[in-house]
């Protein structure tokens, strides 16, 4: 479980500096969200990581549309 955490995270660093180095405007791929409640609490730190990313990454797009 602990791999599968430090995964997440290294995909979501590595994620977020590869969006900002495209020089096209490319819609960011939504965060991975769980259905089971047991996942949820067990990566609700991680969730919380990736969709902070994923919100700030999105209005990256939104700027580079405008």
Request: hydrophobic share 45%; charged share 25%; proline share 9%.
């Amino acid at each position: 479980m602990v791999l599968l955490k430090q995964t997440w995270l290294a995909l979501a660093v590595l994620s977020r500096g590869s969006a900002s180095i495209a020089v096209s405007c490319l819609p960011p791929a939504p965060p991975w969200m769980p259905t089971d409640p047991d996942d949820v609490r067990a990566y609700a730190d991680l969730m919380r990581r990736d969709a902070e990313v994923y919100f700030a990454d999105v209005e990256r797009y939104f700027r580079c549309l405008d």
